[in-house]
């Protein structure tokens, strides 16, 4: 390759990277606003979030046909392979954590018509902050080609399967005790699983990290915590 050509194709590819990175930070905006939407029961925000989620898909497919054209003009090899497939990677899960914020400010917004369940939303904002938290790290990580930070994320997968171990306790003994908070304790219910799969998704993104920076594939079973016996969920709704 000419000079010219060598920049202009390492312009694309760092172009892919903040696009990448913009993606990201919209997808962290959503799960935080989804919870807050939640813990306030602030229709205008859910109903934002919901909107936004469009924005997301957009920029999902725009990643997509920008790094399908770079590997089929380009004819990426070694490194500059691998951050390529992780774009699309991270673009497919960072679409999926949206997917699942939209939901949580769905069930937001039917929630936020009901009888205020103040202990159990609590719950739902500490975890939703350990999420949020959890995903801002591993974003930053990848910003700044941090194989450490992702392994962080990766390792501490365990800490948002216990809360939601936790909290599917705490929504069943209020179901139990008390048959009228059913509904609200089933959308409670979804909401935890959802914050539970965006941390996965948070997972997901730290292995890509990983093969993009090292080339390798993580080894050995992600830390996770004794499952909540959540089979069964689909018959609450």
């Known amino acids: ?32 606003d989804a919870v807050e939407s939640l813990a306030r029961r602030d229709i205008a925000l859910a109903r934002a979030v919901m909107e936004r989620d469009v924005k997301l898909d957009a920029m999902q497919h725009e990643i997509e046909k920008k790094a399908t ?15 390529t497939l992780a774009a699309m990677r991270l673009a497919t899960d960072l679409e999926r954590t949206g997917d699942l914020a939209k939901n949580i400010a769905k069930r937001g917004l039917t929630l936020a018509e009901a009888e205020p369940m ?22 930053d990580a990848y910003a700044a080609s941090e194989v450490d930070g992702a392994l962080a994320v990766w390792n501490s997968d365990d800490e948002v399967d216990e809360h939601y171990n936790a909290l599917f306790r705490e929504l069943l003994t209020y179901m139990m005790g008390d048959p009228r908070t059913i509904t609200g304790c089933a959308h409670l219910l979804f909401i935890a699983k959802n914050l539970e799969r965006i941390g996965d998704h948070a997972t997901n993104i730290a292995e ?4 993009e920076i090292t080339g390798g594939e993580m080894t050995g079973e992600r830390p996770r915590a004794a499952p909540a016996q959540d089979d069964d969920l689909h018959l609450l709704t």
């Open 1 to 32: 390759m000419n000079q010219h050509t060598v920049k202009a194709y390492g312009d694309e590819l760092n172009q892919l990277t903040a696009e990448v990175a913009r993606m990201g930070g919209l997808a962290e905006a959503q799960v935080a």
């Open 69 to 83: 054209r770079l590997i089929a003009l380009r004819h990426p090899v070694a490194s500059d392979l691998r951050k």
């Open 118 to 139: 103040q202990p159990l939303t609590r719950s739902i904002e500490r975890m939703g902050r350990l999420v949020s938290l959890r995903l801002r790290d591993v974003l």
């Open 208 to 211: 890509t990290i990983h093969y």
